[in-house]
Structure formats: structure tokens, C-alpha cells
């Protein structure tokens, strides 16, 4: 199988993946996502948890850098996930990345929605559960196609360098 074929395979994986992921917010009736036509920008979700109304932005170009930049760490061992296996972490896995990396995993979805760290750890479970499924879908694609990318040219290297050797 082609390279760019085994590509084009793990992203439509990873991209299945990402689409079942936040669905879990199925489980969490109580925080439903409101109709995307009254989020501020096309990504962005607004859900309800008690009544109140919370946005989960995508995050923004400069907010975007800034995100990644502070939770390095996090995508390095997701990266390092997919490159490995060659598809998406199980939700287990996923979880305990985010455990290892809460810091800066709380820091990012605050960042999101606009609050202060503290009262995304202060939330109860359910309600972090909903506003993290919400994260996911407002930044889930930027977040994993540069993961997709990174992985892909890492992939790609060899069969370059081996194609410029012949060239040479």
C-alpha cells in the first residue's frame, strides 16, 4: 500500500475517531449543546450547564499558537500515540493523557471558554465531561490534523530523502 494511501487511511480513522469522541455528551443529557446557528463562529458550541449558557470558542489563531506552545507536552505524547500505532488513542488512552497533562489540559479549554482555569477544575465531573466533549468539537480537528500532518511528514522523510539520493 502506498504511503499517502496509509495516510489518507489513519486520517479518516482519526477523523472517525474524533466524530464518535465528544458524542459522549449523549451520556450527559443534562448540558446539551445548543443549535450551532447562534455560535459566534462556525466551530464554536454553546452549551447550558445549570442554566447557564457557556461558549467553547475554537480557539483563535494567536490563542491557538499560545495553546500549543503551553500544552507541548500533551500533543508530544499524542503524536507519539499515533505515530507508533498508526491511529487514533483509545478514549482510556486519552484520558489518562489528560491526567498526566491536566495542568495544561484545564488551562486550554479555560483559555476556550473564555474563564480562568479555576473554574474549569472547579466544575463538577459531568459538567467538565460536557465542556470538554464541547472543546473537542470546536478545536478537535486543528488539534489533530497538525498531529496528522506532523506524523504524515515524519512518515514521508525516508521515502523523500531515498527519492532525492536516487535524483542525486
Known sequence: MKISTRLAH??????????????????????????????PAANDQIITIDGERIVVRELRFL????????AAPLL?????????????????????????HADAWCRMVARACDRAPEWYVGL???????????????NGVWLMSDLIEDVA???LMPAVRERLRKLS
Open 63 to 70: 490563542e491557538s499558537l499560545e495553546a500549543r506552545a503551553e
Open 10 to 39: 489513519r486520517f479518516e480513522r482519526v477523523v472517525a475517531w474524533l466524530a464518535r469522541a465528544p458524542r459522549s455528551s449523549d451520556l450527559l443529557a443534562w448540558a446539551k449543546p445548543e443549535a450551532s446557528a447562534e455560535a
Open 153 to 155: 511528514a515524519e512518515s
Open 124 to 138: 463538577p465531573v459531568r459538567a467538565a465531561d460536557a465542556v470538554a466533549a464541547a472543546f473537542w468539537r470546536a
Open 76 to 100: 508530544a505524547e499524542l503524536r507519539e500515540i499515533v505515530k507508533t500505532r498508526g491511529e487514533a488513542p483509545s478514549t482510556a488512552e486519552v484520558a489518562q493523557l489528560l491526567q498526566r
